[in-house]
């Protein structure tokens, strides 16, 4: 059993190293366990000692996670070394919740297994992939998901959660990372014929080259409004792929990605996801919602904008 003396914090970490849009401060306490019993020894020993509880941030990769530029206080669980891949037989596999999707794509390649080629470039982990039900290329977390592992804050202890408890929808599930933390997932897939797969598997890489941006950005800013009404066409008839604030702006590819092109701040990121927000609603009455996740210590102003981005108009 790993004991509380036996995990040291990390205490030179920067938030931009852990998010891809690379903006964020000093992250005062950072653990980085390997596997799912030191993650637990972090959550029940550190987290919670002596009935007082540490403010919590969970990070992985920072696929749309916006940090701010003042940095995360308290205790930050760092999920990249948590990237085990155990095969369970039946074309179902284990993953750590620090998995790079890239990884879960590769797997099921190897098998000739079908059902995860939209992972394979989607920049993110698992656990994360699992907390907004990410997708891609009309697939989604959840047709491969068979249960989850998770550590239960409130109850201190383990669960194993099935697709019906997880409340899979469009870019969001019932995890709620101030009562639940991912550790591992298993994934289910299908026999398929691994040229086809390898050939969808290109053609999801080739769509992202030529429609996403390359410079660091947070991946797609809002949710959709509406199926037939994607947020990136709404923005680009508006023009705002010429808007800029501070040192980021809206990208020339794609009006619903922002690019920090210029050191920007995570100030400057709010700003700008406000005035695209408002124009959707103002121009088209219709209200969206972020699909980026903002962490850390806000200032007044940058609470005050997320506030207002995730009510919406």
Do not use: C
């Amino acid at each position: 059993m790993i004991t509380a003396s036996e995990l040291k914090p990390e205490r030179q970490l920067m938030g931009h190293q852990f998010s891809t849009y690379r903006i964020g401060g000093p992250i005062e306490e950072a653990y980085q366990p390997a596997s799912v019993e030191e993650a637990v020894a972090v959550l029940q020993n550190i987290y919670q000692k002596d009935g007082i509880q540490k403010p919590l941030t969970v990070l992985g990769w920072g696929g749309n996670t916006l940090i701010a530029s003042a940095g995360i206080s308290g205790l930050t669980l760092i999920t990249r070394k948590m990237t085990w891949v155990h095969p369970l037989g039946n074309f179902r596999f284990e993953f750590g919740a620090g998995v790079h999707l890239a990884k879960v794509a590769a797997t099921a390649l190897q098998q000739s297994l079908t059902g995860a080629e939209f992972t394979i470039g989607i920049p993110g982990t698992v656990g994360g992939a699992i907390r907004m039900n990410a997708g891609a290329m009309r697939q989604e977390t959840q047709n491969v998901i068979a249960s989850v592992t998770l550590y239960n804050l409130e109850k201190r202890q383990l669960e194993t959660w099935e697709p019906e408890a997880l409340g899979f929808a469009y870019r969001k599930s019932n995890i709620d990372p101030q009562k639940v933390v991912v550790l591992s997932a298993v994934m289910g897939f299908e026999k398929g014929d691994k040229d086809q797969i390898k050939a969808k598997m290109d053609e999801n890489v080739q769509f992202r080259k030529s429609h996403h941006p390359i410079e660091p950005n947070g991946g797609s800013v809002f949710q959709n409004p509406l199926p037939d009404k994607p947020a990136g066409m709404l923005l680009d008839k508006l023009g705002a792929k010429s808007w800029v604030e501070g040192g980021v702006r809206i990208s020339p590819l794609h009006a619903n990605f922002i690019i920090n092109h210029d050191n920007g701040s995570s100030l400057d990121v709010l700003r700008l996801m406000r005035r695209m927000q408002l124009a959707i609603w103002e121009h088209y009455q219709l209200s969206t919602h972020p699909e980026n996740k903002f962490m850390g210590d806000a200032t007044a102003e940058e609470a005050s904008l997320w506030q207002a981005l995730t009510q919406a108009p």
